[in-house]
């Protein structure tokens, strides 16, 4: 099979990809072509910045305040008839009543289905489908030869390999004496960017520190979720997005956070 065969075969699942509809099986064969596949990770930054630039347009027009007059206009109350005042004010009031509840139901209604359109055309929010990206790239890697690219615990090696390979220079912290041992680094795609993967145990769970300059929309506090039994953590730190992800507990992974953070900051900062 030709590459602009094979390259055709996955033209749909980008699509399906940066809409947050394929399974995990599917997400990880999407990813693994896209990291080997310059023509693709282009397609799929294209698609992604095209839903960026829409969900930040202003689409949206709200009806105009004059609008529920025009309606109640075309329903005309109905003609009198021969009947005692009293009951003709009520058959008027309960057909009136009766509008307006259909009114009520028909706005809702048509308020839910334009949610619902809104939902499906600007889909999840940008921090999800990194996150959902980061999760795949952490089990992808964990297949056989797939965790490192440079494999030791000496920062001074892993630091320099990354060098003229990322536009930026991740910061390379030795917590082994801490109890997360440092095991080496990779370089990984996601969201169609190469970004720099800092590889850390605790015991026989593997983390993975994702850094980039631009890997989700930046945070000021630590952004916590669990995406299939792994646990995430984003957050911003010196200009720099992290994303730190594994199957260790929250409150291991979040003081693994904390030692880095804390790594970053100048001394004497709180």
């Known amino acids: 099979m030709s590459v602009t065969t094979h ?27 896209v990291a080997s596949c310059a023509d693709c990770a282009a397609k799929l ?16 027009e709200a009806a105009p305040a004059h609008l529920r007059s025009r309606i ?16 003709k004010e009520g058959q008027i009031s309960r057909w009136w009543r009766s509008f307006l ?39 992808r890697s964990l297949q056989a030869g ?23 220079a991740p910061p390379v912290i030795d917590l082994t004496a801490q109890g997360f041992t440092l095991l080496g680094g990779r370089l990984d795609y996601i969201d169609g960017e190469p970004v720099a993967s800092v590889i850390y145990q605790r015991r026989k769970h593997v983390i993975n520190l994702f850094v980039a300059q631009r890997l989700g929309i930046a945070r000021a506090s630590i952004m916590s979720k669990t995406i299939q039994g ?15 992800v594994s199957d260790l507990a929250g409150d291991e992974l979040d003081e693994f956070v904390q030692k880095i953070s804390a790594d970053l900051r100048p001394t004497g900062s709180s």
């Open 45 to 60: 930054k294209a698609i992604r910045a095209l839903r960026e630039a829409i969900a930040g347009s202003s689409l949206k």
């Open 146 to 168: 797939h965790l490192m690219d440079v494999e030791t615990s000496d920062q001074h090696t892993v630091k320099p390999w990354f060098n003229g390979k990322l536009d930026v």
């Open 7 to 33: 390259c055709a075969d996955y033209e749909t699942l980008l699509h399906a990809l940066a809409d947050g509809e394929l399974d995990a099986g599917h997400v990880r064969d999407v990813d693994a072509h």
């Open 101 to 139: 509840g259909g009114f009520s139901v028909g706005a809702a209604l048509s308020a839910a289905v334009a949610a619902m359109l809104i939902i499906g055309i600007f889909g999840p929010d940008p921090n999800q489908q990194v996150a959902d990206e980061v999760v795949s790239a952490h089990i």
């Open 72 to 87: 109640e206009a075309l329903f005309p109350a109905p003609a009198p008839v021969a009947a005692p005042a009293a009951a």
């Open 230 to 244: 792994y646990n995430v953590r984003h957050w911003t730190e010196q200009g720099l997005d992290f994303w730190a």
